[in-house]
């Protein structure tokens, strides 16, 4: 009998898992760690709804995958059973290399490691785990497997990752301004010339899509009160690290030790929850400011922020460090825990490496941003920043 099972999704029903191999891997300790791994990190402090995980995520993102290379092949796309199995595996575990709260300690519990890079070195283990099964998969995700396309859906600027992420994060989040077609942006998915494309008709879908992503950014990712929660939490972590606070292992092993101590067994053992148990501990840690910072997390005490559209003025930077000081007899190198600035950027569109092109009916290929009336379009070259500071209430 063929394999056949199917899990229940609140955002698209039902997922199918049809590949014995694939099940596997769902099953393996690594990827069940994804469980618990917050999708959007600190986000439901202001979002209740937002405590999704990457697991979630990653199921989402194989199912678009899915339908995405089921919807090619219908095409009369060349795509083998085996690279449709790869694929398939690509996406599945292409966020497996993220610690805990994803993005938020992403360089600050793993010094210097991007979660690609880790995501890459786990994938290269249960490589050798399931006997060499996943090299094609491998090959996919680091872009040498010569069908470029297969990589473009799992990583490029119309991703199948960036689709389920939208429509799951406005899910959860109740954001509206987040909803995508991403039905119909997979209907509109054609490649030519080895390069993935979407056909004239799915113009306006792809422009939602790209506005969406802005908007989400601006309303959710960088939302200025998750900013703060999140700029919090890496100051503990960094707090912690600096002053050597003690804490249970595994995660005793990335505080208090030097990375090469700590293993890649070490890291997949270490999730949200050692983290979060690490820090209801310190609220009542003896250093004023570690515990400042863990006891504001905890009841959702949080610093306060403003974002401004030029750099944060020096003198209201001091002034916000004068009062810590003596609101709660801090030097000013301690104050500076409490009160920093920073910047926060996103780009609605990478007109520099990775491109939409749009193929129309007559052949031609455009850029999305070269479409007569394009409302993606040069103007949208850069980033837009925003400077913000934070400071005690």
């Known amino acids: 009998m063929r394999f056949h099972k199917i899990i229940n999704d609140p955002v698209y029903g039902f997922i199918t898992i049809d590949d014995e191999l694939i099940s596997q891997i769902i099953a393996h300790p690594y990827y069940q760690r994804l469980r618990r791994i917050h999708q959007m990190a600190m986000a439901h402090l202001v979002y209740p709804g937002a405590v999704h995980s990457r697991l979630h995520h990653s199921l989402g993102a194989y199912h678009l995958m899915r339908c995405a290379l089921q919807e090619l092949i219908s095409k009369g796309i060349d795509i083998s059973a085996e690279e449709q199995q790869a694929s398939k595996i690509a996406i599945l575990l292409h966020d497996i290399g993220h610690g805990p709260f994803s993005h938020a ?25 399931f006997d060499g099964r996943l090299q094609m998969a491998i090959d996919i995700f680091t872009d040498v497997h010569p069908k470029k396309f297969l990589h473009q859906l799992v990583s490029g600027q119309l991703d199948v990752d960036r689709m389920d992420y939208l429509t799951r994060d406005s899910f959860f989040t109740g954001v509206n301004e987040g909803v995508i077609a991403y039905d119909r942006i997979l209907k509109m998915l054609t490649v030519k010339d080895g390069e993935l494309m979407v056909e004239e008709k799915g113009i306006y879908s792809i422009e939602k899509f790209l506005v969406a992503r802005r908007l989400m950014y601006w309303q959710v990712y960088l939302h200025k009160t998750v900013l703060s929660a999140e700029q919090m939490l890496q100051r503990i972590i960094k707090r912690a690290k600096l002053i050597h606070a003690d804490c249970p292992e595994p995660l005793n092993s990335f505080i208090n030790k030097p990375l090469s101590g700590a293993s890649l067994e070490q890291f997949c053992s270490i999730d ?122």
């Open 105 to 129: 300690l992403e360089h600050v519990l793993a010094e210097g490691m991007h979660h690609e890079e880790i995501s890459l070195l786990l994938i290269q283990e249960l490589n050798k785990q």
């Open 272 to 393: 949200d929850y050692d983290v979060l148990m690490a820090i209801k501990t310190w609220t009542k840690h003896e250093d004023v400011i570690l515990a400042t910072l863990c006891k504001g997390l905890i009841d959702r005490q949080l610093l306060k922020v403003k974002y401004y559209s030029e750099p944060v003025d020096e003198a209201l930077l001091d002034e916000k460090r004068r009062e810590a000081c003596e609101k709660m007899s801090l030097t000013d190198a301690d104050a500076r825990w409490l009160v920093f600035t920073g910047e926060a950027s996103s780009s609605t569109y990478n007109f520099e490496n990775e491109h939409i092109h749009i193929l129309f009916k007559d052949g031609t290929v455009k850029d999305i941003s070269e479409v007569d009336n394009a409302l993606i379009n040069e103007n949208l070259r850069g980033k837009v920043k925003k400077y913000y500071i934070c400071y005690l209430r």
